[in-house]
């Protein structure tokens, strides 16, 4: 069955939406764990807040189209769940693996915001394109603060380790 640019456009709306609610789970379930890494828990604190802007934005482009954020879609977030699965486990590296997961995530987010802006064009929808335009240069921002991390937060996971302390959050 044939669907036009507009459901196109909704659908990717409540994706969009469905990902960053598991966004907003992730990295407050993270949070509250890390203990040893001040500036990945800062990033994160600061996300969670632009992320919930995020949801908003999402949610009030859903409702002027007269539709509301549905539940998650099955299959749609089974890759992020899989890769975010890796942190889960009680690890010596729990830090590390977080930090390749989130780079990863925000990185996803960015494909997915790029591709909405894309649907929402095609679809002549452009009353949410500023709203969501700058949810992408967020999704960057955080990419790329991640992406600095990475280094530091390993290079103080090994002092840690190597001096017998716990390293893992
Ligand atoms: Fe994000």
Known sequence: MAMDAREIYVTALKNTHALEMQ?????ERQVERLERYPEMEQALRRHIE??????????????SLG???SALKEGFLGFVGNMMALGHAPA????????YANHAFENFEIAAYESLLTIGEAAGQQAHRTALQQSLKEEQAMAEAV???IKPTTERYIA????????DR
């Open 50 to 63: 632009e992320t919930h802007g995020q949801r908003r934005r999402l949610e009030e482009a859903l409702q």
């Open 67 to 69: 539709d509301g954020p």
């Open 92 to 99: 010596q590296d729990e830090i590390l693996k977080n930090t």
């Open 147 to 149: 992406r600095a991390l």
């Open 160 to 167: 840690l380790t190597t001096s017998g302390a716990k390293a």
């Open 23 to 27: 966004a907003l789970q992730i990295m």
